[in-house]
Structures are given as C-alpha cells and as structure tokens.
C-alpha cells in the first residue's frame, strides 16, 4: 500500500470507559497515531449499526467502537447488547465480502489508557496494510 | 395427536371440508383463506364468515401475493377479534406471524393458528398465464417455475402452529393428515372426526426428510453462487443496479413492521448544501442517495427476523433479487448468532437481549 | 415562614464509604464538607481496579439517578453535585460542643502548594520536579514531589508534598498559570456540624513483623501490591512480573490471614478472603495456565453470593497457616505447612502474596469526640451497626470495625437515612422545564492549554470557520475564572446561543463551564465538551495533524449543536406516600423512619402482628436484647399517625412507576388500593427446616440453634452433659449455595452461655468454616478458652447423627485424626440456615427479579445495596438474604434514605440525558422495553405507543438503537446529528486543512 496513505477511522467511545481511557492516555502522555476522530456516545449498546455502516460509506476506513468490558457496564448490560448487534453487522458484512476487519469492538475501561493507545495503534497499522475503503466514496454509496 | 381426514378427497377438498366442520361445530367463528378474487385469476387472503363461501377458497394455490401475517396482523393488533378467527398460513407465513407475535403486532388470543405444508409458490404472473376457467394447481407447474426462495426454503412444514394440514407423506386422493401441535389444537381435533389415527407417520417423515434434502441442496448451490455473485461492495453495487430506491420491498415484508421506516424518515431529510458537499467529494454523487446505506441496514434490521418469504423481491419492479440476498445473509446470521426466527412466540427479541455466554471473544482482543 | 437553617453534615474521610455517605447525604438536600487527610480522595477503593462480588468497577453506581446534570461523568472523576464541598490534606484537631447540638469541628489544613482554580492539569510541574520518593499509590514504583495521585483522582488537580519537596522552584519557572506558590503556609478552618460521620476507613496491616511468612524477600507481596501489579495502569501496566527479576510467575501462592487472627490483631478483617480470592480469580483470568494456591484458615464467605463466588474460584484450597517461608537461590520462596492430616510439607513457589487485613486507625478520632474504642475501631452502639455513644455522631465502614465494601456503602447510605430521621429533611421544589430552539448561531472556543497548541494554526482555522458562518476563538485555561470570564464575553459579543469548547475534557470541566452559561440563562445541552487536550493535543503524536483535527472535530461538534433542538417534558408529581411491605423488625423500623421525617406510610403484614422473625430471638453474641428493642418500635409504630398498620393483609400486585405506584392488596377477601411513590420489601424470610432424617431431624434431642438458645435462655441447661452443634445445615450446599450468615454466630452464643453456665458440659461444635469475621472473632477465641471443641468438617463427608441406648451418637470424620470419632450427646442442635420465602409479586405484569437464591435481585450488590432493577423499588433485611437483626436494621435505614431521595421531592423534573419516543413512529412492539436497562421504558396501551418515565430514564440510548424505526430516539445524540458528525469527520479528515 501507498507509504502516505493514512487510514481514517471513526470511533464510537461510550461515555464511561473508553472516552475516560482515551483521556487517560491523554493525560497521562500515552500518544497514539493520530488518526481516530472520536464520537462521544453514552453507552456502546446506543451505537446504530446505520451509524458504523454509513461511517463505512462515506469513507471511513475503519470503525472502532469502544465500551466497558463485560459486567463493567454503567447501563448493567448496554454492552451485551452491543456485542450482539455488533456480531450480526460482522456476519452481513463477511457474507457480503465486505471486510468485516473494519469493524472493531473493543473492551476498553477507564483506568486502560495504555490498552486505548495500543489498540489505535493496532488498528491504525492493520487498516494501512488493508489500505483504503473500498466501500467508500463510490458515486452509489 | 396425528390422523387422516377426508380420505378420498384431494387436499384442496378436504381442507374446504375441514374449515366447514370447524364453521359447522361453532368451533370458529370466521376463517381468513386464500380465496379467488371475484371474477379474477388471483388469489389473495379473504375473511370468511361462514361455510357457504367455502367454495371460493383455494388453500394449496401455489401463488402468494402478500403475506398473510401481515392481514392477521391487522386483524388482531389493535383488539381482538370477538370470536375465534381461524387463520390458514404457509410455513413462512406462520414464521412471519411468530416474528410478528413477538413483536406484538399480531396477538393469538383469539386466533385458532392452522398451517399447511408447502410445496412452493410461482409469482402471481405466472399463476395468471396458466389459469383459465380452472385454476392451476401445483403440480401444473415445473420446478423451474417456482420462486427460486420457494426451492431453498427449508421449511416445507410450518414449526409453530395449532393445527398442521400435512400433504407430504399423504397420496393425492388420500386427504390430509390433521397434526395437533398445541393444546388449542388438540382441543379443537377433539370435535373432528378424522378417519384413522396415523400411527406410523414414517412415510411423512420420509417424504418431508427428502423435500427438505432437496430444498437444502438447492439452497447450498444457489446461494453459494449468490454469494460470489454479490461478493465486495463493486458486486454489491451492480446487484442493485437498477434500485430506484422505492422502498417497495420493504413495503411488503412481513418483518418490517414499522410504521414509518427509518430510512423514510426526518433523519434523511437533508439540506442543499449536504449534498452539494457529498458532489465534492466524489465528483460523481449518483442520486437517488443512501440507498446502499438502506439496504445494508433494513439487513441489519431484519437479517434475524427473516423467515424468507421472498415477499420483498416479488414486489421489486425490476426484479432485483432482493429475496434471495436477503435469503442469504439471514441463513448465515441465524446460524452465526443461533438465533432462528419465526421458531417460537416465547423466544426473546434479539436485538434488545443477549446471552451473557455468546460471543466472548469480541472485544478481547489482548493489546 | 422562617428560612430553614441548612443542616451541615461533616464527613470524615474520603474513601468509598466517606464518598457514599456524602453523596447519599447531598441527595437528601443536606450541606455536606467531606474532609480528607491525603492529598485526594478514594482511599483504598482508588487502588482496586475491580472489586468484588461482581469482579467489576461501577462506582458511577452510586451517582444520584434523578439529579439533572448529574447522571452522566464518572466517579472516579469528579463528585459533581452542589452543596457538597471537600476539603483535602486537612485533619481533624478539635472537637467542641456548639450552638443546639451542634458541634464544632476545627481542622488544619496543609497546604497544597498549587492553587486547585488555577491548576489546568498540564503536568508540567511533575515534569520538570526532580524529587523522587516512593509511589504510596502503586506501592512498587516512585512518585515526583509534584503529583497527582494518580490521573483520575479527585481533586483532579496536582499537589505539592511539601515535606519532600526541595523547594528548588523548577515547578514554579514552568507553570502557565502561575499557580504554584511553594510559600504557603497551613491554614485552620472550623466547621459546625449537626451530624458527623466517621469513615476513616483501615490502616493496611504493616506486614513488616511476619518475619516468619518471608515479608522481607522481594518475591513476597502484599495483596494490595499485588492488586497495583495487576492494575493497567499499575508499576508493570498490568503485566504480571514479579519483583525481584520481572519474569512472569507460573506458581503462586496465596495466604490469608496474613497479619489478621494471630497475636497482633487477634480479629478478622472481614474483607480479606473475598479480596484475595478476587485476585486469584483476575490472575486466572488472565493467565489461565497459573498454579494458584490459597492457604487459608477459614474460608469467610459470609455474603449473600460469596460462598458460590469461591467455590467458582479456580484454585487448591489448602486449609492451615504456613509455619515458615524461606527463599531459594532463584528467588523462590519455599513455604512449609503442616496439612490437616498432620504432615509436613515444602512447596516452592514462584511468587507469594501475603493478604493483609485491616488495622483500626480511628483512635484520634474517637478521643477528639469521646468515644471508647476497640481493638482502634470505634465502639458501636449494640443492636446497631453504625451508632456510637454520641447520638449525633455515626461511625460507618471500617471506622466502626473490620468491613467488606458491599457493608460499608450500606452503612454510608444507612447513615444518611438515620442523620435524615434525626434533623429531618428539606423538601425539594422542581426547576420549570426549559426547552431548546431550534438553529441559533454556533460558536467555537479553543482552549488547547498554552504551549500544547503551539503546533495549532490559529489564522487558519479561525479563517475556516469564518468561511463556514461559525465564530471561533482562542481562549487559554477556559475552566479558570478568568477563561470563564473571556468565555462568557465571547458568548455574549458575538451573540452565539451555541458553543463548543474544544479544551479540557468534560469529565473534568463540563460542572464548571455548564454552570457559567446556565447563569447566562442556557440550557446545559447548548454547551458541548470535546476532549480537545486530552484525545488531540496530548494523545496525538503526529502533532502535524492536529490542526486537521480542530477543523473536523470542532465543525463536527458545532453541526451536532446546529440540529440540537427539544422540547423538555413538564416535571410530574409524586405521591407523597411510602408502602412497605413486611411488618417484621425491617419493615417496623422503615416505616418509622419514614414517619420521623414526615412521610406518610402503609406499612402492611401478612400475618396478625408485626414482629416477624426478630420476635423469634433471644439475646445477640454481643448481649443485645432482642424482644424489648422489638416491643419498643412495636409500640411506637401503632402510636405513629403517619404511619397507617395493615395487618392480615398482602400484596397482590403493582402496577404503575415510580412516583406513582398503585399497589392493589387483599385482606381476606377485601381489596384495598393505596397509592405509593415508592414501594419497599422487607418481607423477611424463613428457618430452613431440615428434611426428615437430615442431620438426624426429627430424632428426639434434635433441635434446632433458636429453639436452643430460648432453652438456654429459660434455664433449662440441667442434666446437660454434651452438646454437638452442627453448623451448615441448609446453607451452603447445592440447594442453597450461600452462607446463612447468623449461624456460627448463634452456634457461639450458644455455646459460650452453655459453658458459661455450666463449664463440665461438654460442647462440640462442627463447623465447615467458622464465620465469625470482624470483631466477633474474639468471641469464636473466647469459646475455644471456655473449652468448646471445634472439629471441621466438609461438604462431602458430612456428620451422621444416630440414636443409641437413647443417646444420641454423631460421627464425623476428623481429618486431624485421619479417623471417624463418635460423639455422644444429650443434644444435637443444628443450625438451620435461611431460606427465601418472598412469593413472586407481579410489577406491571412481570414478576419483579429475584436472584438464584429466590431473595430480591439487587441491582448492584456493591453501591446499590437495597435497590431493585426498577427505580422507587426497594428491598431490606432478610427478603434480600440472610443477615443479622442490626445488619437487617441498617439495610433498612439505607433504603429509607435512598427513598427520601424521591419522596422529598413535589415533583420528578425531566432530564436531558434521556431517551424520548415518538409516538406517531412507534409500532408498540416492545422492543425498547426489553432494550431498557432501567426499566424506564413503560407500554402506555392509552397512548398505543411506549413511553419513558423520564425521571428515571438514564439515558443510554441503548432502546434507541434497538428500535429500527427510531421511534424510541436519544435526546443527546439524535440519528440526524449522528450522520453530520460522521459526514463531517471524513470529509473534512480527507480534505485536511488546505481548503
């Protein structure tokens, strides 16, 4: 792939565990790639699957979403409820040969400030192997 | 409890012998049928009052214009009937209205729930070409002539219901075979005099075994071709092709019940300069809009409430095929997430529950 | 009518139970100065990652659910509520008697060298500070001079430790907002005070004296340095290494008791073989392939879930106390150990944690307010659990005795409740509702911290956002009040009715800027937070791109706030009435709460008098009586006017939400009807009752502890020669998988008032595990002086109890003997455990949860005790398990307090963070109710569509992405704002800052 090709990802952070691991890192100094563009969210179980699906659409060449891990739910099981919808993206986009790789759920608590950097930092590694989103920018999508 | 009733008689006849039994005993009060439309060569769902139109009814017409699920489903979700309706559904039209029930569109209380096994359905069009004066039956059409969803479903039996119509395992003159499936049923085939209890239901098994088989072969073949056809998003888009983004699929399926769609909403109302900004950035922006975005999210919507009724692809005026991809995507996700519609009025909605146990290895991933 | 005088709360000591205290105290409207002596709050609890019962977090949990505003950042963050003020590095030297009854609290102050309204959190201080000392926070590593505690601690602000630092004014050169003045001096404050509590919480055992168990070899930790290994953000990040070579240890082994039972602490720290079997359980999570060895002495699991939680933990149990730890030429460590059976054996391990407990350290304390203490536990007052001499003066968590956390929080939330009935409660009148117009002009404010924006191109993006119609501006320091100022200023020039700061992150800033343009008569929804500093300016390390990520993350913000527009819902009234369900000590006690502060109540009682099983009981372990205690409240419940006593008369049904309950109840065949705001279960449980035959039941002689202990009590010991107790029966076995809790307890006093009357009885007791945990240790020591013999037994090879030449014979095997032993016995008295007998009660038609015990479901065991899955629900005492008559009492005072919440109120006011439906979409199916973690989403079959009790509504959005209509829509995040903000992020991602 290009040398210069900087993968774009959007990511769904739920408001208690991620958003907070993402300040954490950022208070904390713990630098990542800086090609994540955060949408703060509540819960990770409030993530439509229209969202990630029009964020692959319109570009983006990843899509992490971010929640508390199981049973650390602020909403007792919001992200239960995630995981599951988030499965059922996965097995659509895979029969539809669509790269379901591009969709990443990730269990990130509040204290995990070094977890939240290393997992952009995997994405953003394994997204530039991938290269761009095909799904993207096609006049019919 | 499992018999044989109206030995002698075709299915068509003895299932219009059943329901005026059922009319005949005060067991039900009004039947919804696959009934010829007055003077037409179409058969659509009708409420019948009583016995004496019976004869109006064409219950094993291979040909389904809607589904049923939808027409029981306005009948009973605003309030009850007063009497028993008894309702007669394809398998998936009996799986449509348990996704329905769960999702209290439909309520049985007052529903005296029959099925009949189904060989498979041909498009109203085709119907239409071989009916004159006399209506054509199953076997007046080829196996190339049915719908192609029709060839992989792997329901030829309904799983929920109170009373079952059996065909397979039955001989054309030989009646149907009445199976009890719930209590309800059984209660009803009390007051029904059925020929001989059919204790050796091998040949039934054996016969419904080897239509599944085949049905199964069929899907296996058909949809893995579908799926080369439809894999990347480059196939995607030359599948839709010609979607003029009507919504008429989702218009006609049973499972999508909202009353307003989403993708028909405010949200999707959006202003010049959105648009003009989309045009930038892809010098081309092909209109109408979102309609990959609809697609891939009715999927997301539905893709476990499926029950494959190809009702959304019959709909499609240019022949997309919409039924089949759906089809596809909604066998693999069930099997996936062993969630399967349309099994059981008692199972939870899937995408407001989960299984603690499930899918444990999401989100894991040690970095 | 006269103002009423503020009621002011000081709360001593800022750990879990302080902070449950202060906020359930801030809930019932009273001015709350929480004071601690450390540098930043959360104590202990600041050093567990997880806790158990649930292996997880959830401190958030014990936010006000109702509170606009305050439902939404974490707790470990910021405290965020009005009226609750905290005072940091201050002591406590001065008690005197005030005005009324008040007392007068003089504190001093250290100082913190960094002034907290100016600190921006940019670091630079602990940066350039050349001052090394140890790190009492992750215990294994060092610390700078300049320091926060660690990154999340409240104050979120930086501190000085003024007795390490050089004063060498590096920090001083470097920091931007002049904030650090290395001169200041102590300072003294005096607060009057209508209640105390203390929650000073434990001092660990300095573990410094087990020689013996190998504390000074560098591959023996202690659990709570374990617990900073294990931590992500610990001395190795989580990485397990041990000490002396950072290799991964394949073996370990834990022993409990470690400074606990033995001749410096002779008590139990209660806490500690649930916290060890924690970590066991967090180290086999995630390094399945460990060998994990527990030596422990009992296993007290003595909590509702706890037996089941250890019998889960995959682990070798081995029952002694190591004699000797000695370390390997490797570093190894080899324990030896004697086993039950009487062998000896060396075993090596890779690493060993000794599970230290809990020392007393509220000695000042109780001196300062005269009070006696124990072992350096305050003295509670007997037949309570957080009571002292002082009437006004409440010692809750570890200040009162050795505690687990799940009991702290409930004392904490109980102290609120009795400070409630003892100055009583202001009522709490609704804010009017305030809606948001639609399209009014976005303003954006940067405040990326001083020279952390230097890569920032202030022209061009200033220019950019003029090209989009958007004001923007720099502004530093934006949470100081001169940035608060320019703020406000920039809001009111440039005549924005919306703003975006780009600046600090909201868990730490949102308070403070909401609550400026609040003044400014905003709604706190026009005001957005995007964590500028932390996610870009800091996290980035291509700072080439930052200037990208202004354009796209700001524009994506603003277009958010563009589209924002709602209508907020009219506040809805409440019934000014409780319902309790359950007349025994729990629900009298209540309901008398509830009458002392004025709130009407129907308490109602299945059977003809109230009483329940405390009238059932005799005397406590510690000597308290029981039946005069119940008679008393008895009285003074039939007395109360407010309180309206149904007996013979049962639940039916619910129906309804919280504040507006409507309970349908049967007496005889009459229905009564009674409309509540909120409903409480305290419907109690019941004696297990042995099979036929199960422990020789039913045999002549068998009885059971409580029969017992009314003999006792009556005298009639004659004739007695030997007695054999057997504990466990009924609990802790397949069929009721947890620990009755009361039972060993019972066993004691029994057993310590059979000796007492007659030393040359014979008495055995038969014990799995004694659960004697906390201070009632010393009675288990005590009755082992007496003389009562202890044999352990367990679950798979239980006693057999015959009767022989009209004797009864016990058999047990004795593993010390490697033998049978036959005990004969005049009696065998068994302890019958506690059984749940709630029948199910149906809530709006669905049975409300039980746990898999079949008592209530709390919804989280540690910070929502007596909580249900849906708000005003409620449940105390044994109908939420088995507990003891003060543990029961002090539940019941917590759920009162967690009641009043609602019940001070006139009316529910809406949220913003809450979900809405939209009535004409909605296809009443349901699937939003199930969606709902809260309950908060009803049918409202009048309507025909679903619709959320917005007092209760906590926002999510999880119902919103379950409706496939969305129908049911998120107020915070709608589906139109969603799709801006991803189009803007990529567009203007790709597009970079040329254009």
């Known amino acids: 792939m290009s040398e210069n090709f900087e993968p774009k990802i959007v990511g769904f952070f739920c408001n208690w565990c991620t958003a907070a691991a993402a300040d954490l890192a950022g208070t904390s100094r713990i630098q990542y790639p800086a090609n994540v563009r955060p949408i703060r969210v509540m819960c990770s179980g409030s993530v439509d699957a229209s969202y990630v699906i029009k964020a692959l659409l319109e570009g983006a060449d990843g899509v992490l979403i971010g929640g508390c891990h199981p049973g650390d739910c602020h909403y007792v099981n919001g992200n239960y409820k995630a995981r599951r919808r988030v499965a059922l993206l996965k097995s659509i986009l895979t029969t539809l040969d669509l790269d379901p790789d591009r969709v990443w759920l990730r269990w990130i608590s509040a204290s995990e400030g070094l977890r939240f950097a290393k997992v952009i930092r995997q994405m953003t590694e394994e997204l530039s192997q991938k290269g761009p989103n095909p799904m993207g920018k096609s006049p019919q999508t | ?367 | 009518m006269a103002k009423e005088v503020e009621k002011h709360i000081v709360v001593l000591g800022g750990g879990a139970a302080g902070i449950a205290a202060a906020l359930a105290l801030n809930d019932l409207g009273f001015r709350v100065s929480l004071v601690e002596k450390q540098s930043h709050l959360l104590g202990t609890i600041g050093q567990l990652d997880k806790q158990f019962p649930n292996d997880a977090c959830g401190f958030c949990q014990l936010r006000s659910r109702i509170e606009p505003g305050s439902s939404e950042l974490c707790l470990r963050h910021d405290l965020g509520a009005e009226g609750l003020d905290i005072y940091n590095l201050s002591t406590l030297w001065n008690v005197e008697k005030a005005k009324g009854d008040r007392l007068k609290l003089t504190f001093n102050q250290e100082p913190a060298y960094i002034k907290p309204e100016l600190c921006v959190r940019c670091r630079l201080c602990e940066d350039v500070c050349p001052v090394e000392v140890p790190d009492d926070f992750n215990l294994l590593g060092k610390r700078k001079a300049a320091y926060i505690r660690y990154p999340m601690a409240i104050p979120s602000t930086w501190v000085i430790d003024g007795s390490n630092c050089t004063r060498c004014g590096e920090c001083v050169k470097v920091c931007p907002t002049d904030c650090i003045d290395l001169a200041m001096q102590p300072e003294e404050f005096s607060i009057e005070a209508d209640a105390v509590v203390i929650s000073t919480g434990f001092a660990l055992i300095d573990p410094s004296y087990l020689t013996e168990l190998g504390i000074r070899f560098p591959n023996v930790v202690t659990s709570l340095e374990l617990e900073r290994i294990l931590s992500c953000f610990g001395p190795t990040q989580g990485e397990l290494k041990r000490p002396s070579d950072g290799s991964t240890p394949d073996k370990i082994a834990f022993i409990f008791c470690a400074g606990s039972r033995d001749r410096v602490h002779q008590y139990c720290s209660s806490a500690c073989c649930m916290y060890g079997a924690k970590e066991a359980r967090m180290l086999g999570d995630k390094y399945p392939d460990t060998e994990l060895t527990i030596f422990y002495m009992d296993r007290r699991g003595y909590g509702k879930s706890y037996y089941s939680y250890m019998e889960e933990t995959d682990v070798r149990w081995v029952p002694c106390r190591p004699a000797k730890v000695e370390e390997t030429a490797n570093g190894n460590l080899l324990v030896h150990y004697e086993s039950e059976d009487g062998k000896f054996h060396k075993e090596e391990f890779d690493l060993l944690t000794l599970v230290v407990g809990q020392e007393g350290r509220a000695q000042d304390f109780a001196e300062l307010f005269e009070l006696e203490t124990t072992e350096g536990f305050i003295k509670i007052k007997e037949g309570t659990e957080i009571e002292t001499a002082n009437p006004r003066v409440f010692a809750i968590g570890s200040a009162g005795g050795p505690k687990d956390l799940p009991d702290s929080i409930t004392e904490a939330q109980a102290a609120a409740g009795r400070i409630a009935s003892l100055l009583g409660i202001s009522k709490k009148s609704a804010v009017p509702s305030k809606s948001v117009e639609p399209f009014p002009k976005v303003g954006i404010v940067f405040d990326p911290v001083g020279d952390g924006g230097a890569g920032l191109d202030q022209d061009l993006i200033k220019t950019f956002f003029a090209s989009k119609g958007i004001e923007a501006r720099f502004i530093n320091y934006t949470e100081t009040e001169q940035g608060l100022d320019e703020l406000e200023q920039f809001i009111k020039e440039k005549e924005v009715g919306r703003l975006v700061v780009a600046g600090p992150s909201p868990n730490k800033a949102e308070r403070l800027l909401k609550g400026r343009v609040q003044k400014l008569g905003w709604h706190p929804a026009q005001l957005e937070l995007l964590d500028f500093r932390e996610h870009v300016i800091w996290g980035f390390e291509d700072q080439s791109r930052v200037n990208e990520a202004a354009l796209s993350l700001a524009l994506a913000h603003a277009e958010k706030l563009r589209l924002l527009s709602f209508e907020q819902t009219e506040p809805q009234l409440l019934i000014g009435r409780a319902l309790v369900v359950g007349g025994g000590a729990t629900g009298l006690w209540a309901a008398k709460h509830f009458a002392d502060v004025g709130v009407s109540v129907t308490l109602i009682e299945k059977t003809e008098q109230p009483g329940g099983q405390a009238s059932k009981l005799t005397r406590t372990l510690e000597g308290f009586e029981a039946k005069p205690f119940l008679d008393e409240l008895i009285k003074k419940v039939a007395k109360s006017k407010k309180i309206e006593l149904l007996t013979d008369t049962t639940l039916d049904r619910i129906e309804g939400e919280l504040g507006k309950f409507t309970c349908y109840l049967k007496r005889g065949e009459e229905e009564l009807i009674r409309g509540a705001a909120i409903i409480l279960f305290a419907t109690g449980a019941e004696e297990y009752e042995p099979k036929e035959g199960e422990f020789g039941w039913g045999l002549e002689g068998v009885i059971s502890e409580r029969d017992f202990a009314w003999r006792i009590a009556q005298g009639e010991t004659d004739n007695l020669e030997s007695v054999v107790m057997i504990q466990c029966v009924g609990s802790r076995n397949e069929e009721h998988p947890y620990c009755s809790r009361v039972c060993c307890r019972r066993a004691l006093a029994n057993a310590i008032a059979l000796k007492e009357a007659d030393p040359k009885i014979e008495v055995t007791i038969l014990a799995r595990d004694v659960m004697t945990w906390g201070l009632s240790e010393i009675y288990y020591l005590k009755a082992r002086e007496l003389g009562v013999n202890f044999i352990r037994y367990e679950k798979d090879s239980p006693p057999e109890v015959s009767q022989r030449d009209g004797k009864l014979v016990v058999s047990v095997y004795d593993r010390l003997l490697d033998a049978t032993v036959e005990l004969t016995a005049n009696n065998v008295v068994l302890a019958n455990g506690i059984t749940a007998s709630t029948p199910p009660i149906l809530y709006n038609d669905k049975p409300i949860a039980f746990d898999k015990f079949a008592f209530f479901a709390e919804v989280n065991p540690k910070f929502r005790p007596t909580e249900l899955e849906a708000d005003g629900l409620f449940a105390a005492g044994l109908a939420k398990g088995p507990k003891r008559l003060s543990e029961a009492l002090t539940e019941a005072s917590a759920a009162v307090a967690k009641a009043l919440v609602f019940l001070r109120r006139e009316k529910l006011e809406p949220k913003y963070y809450v979900a809405r439906t939209n009535t004409r979409r909605c296809a009443f199916c349901g699937i939003c109710i199930d969606a709902c973690p809260n309950k908060a989403r009803v049918m409202d079959e009048e309507l025909e569509s679903a619709r959320v009790i917005e007092s209760i509504c906590q926002g999510c959005g999880v119902c919103a992405s379950a409706c496939p209509s969305q129908a049911a829509h998120l107020l915070t995040l709608e589906s139109d704002q969603a799709f801006a903000m991803i189009d803007v992020l990529l567009s203007q991602q790709e597009r970079g800052v040329d254009e």
């Open chain 2, 1 to 367: 409890m499992i018999g044989i009733y109206a030995k002698g008689l075709n299915p068509r006849e003895a299932t219009r012998e059943f329901f005026a039994e059922l009319f005949g005993a005060n067991l039900i009060s009004s039947a919804l049928l696959p009934a010829r439309k007055a003077g037409l060569n179409q058969i659509f769902p009708a409420l019948l009052s009583s016995k004496d139109s019976l004869d109006q009814t064409f219950p094993f017409a291979p040909v389904m214009p809607l589904s049923t699920a939808v027409q029981l489903s306005k009948i009973t979700r605003f309030a009850n009937p007063t009497n028993t309706v008894a309702v007669l559904l394809r398998p998936c039209e009996s799986r449509a209205a348990v996704e329905l029930v769960k999702l209290r569109q439909i309520s049985l209380d007052n529903v005296l729930l029959i099925t009949r096994d189904c060989p498979g359905t041909v498009e109203p069009e085709t119907f239409e070409e071989k009916a004159s004066d006399t209506l054509p039956g199953f076997s007046d059409f080829t196996e190339d002539d049915l719908r192609p969803v029709c060839r992989m479903c792997s329901y030829p039996e309904a799983p929920v219901a109170d009373i079952n119509i059996g065909t397979f395992g039955a001989d054309a003159e030989g009646g149907i075979i009445l199976e009890a499936k719930t209590e309800k049923g059984a209660e009803i085939l009390k007051h029904i005099k059925l020929e001989a209890e059919l204790e050796d239901t091998s040949a039934r098994d054996a016969a419904l075994k080897s239509e599944t088989d085949k049905r199964t072969a069929y899907a296996d073949k058909h949809l893995a071709e579908l799926q080369k056809e439809v894999a990347g998003i480059d196939n995607l888009i030359k599948f839709f092709a010609k979607c003029v983004n009507c919504h008429n699929c989702r218009s006609m399926c049973p499972v999508c019940y909202c009353n307003e769609c989403f993708f028909d909403s405010a949200t999707f109302h959006f202003e010049g300069p959105r648009y003009e900004e989309w045009a930038a950035r892809r010098v081309v922006l092909q209109m109408p809009r979102d309609e990959m975005l609809f697609h891939l999210g009715r999927m997301n919507h539905i893709g476990l409430s499926c029950v494959g009724c190809g009702m959304c692809e019959q709909a499609c005026p240019h022949d997309i095929k919409v039924g089949q991809l759906f089809a596809l995507i909604s066998t693999i996700a069930q099997k996936e997430l062993d969630i399967h519609a349309g099994m059981s009025v008692t199972d939870p909605l899937p995408l407001a529950t989960f299984r603690e146990e499930e899918f444990t290895e999401m989100g894991e991933e040690k970095v």
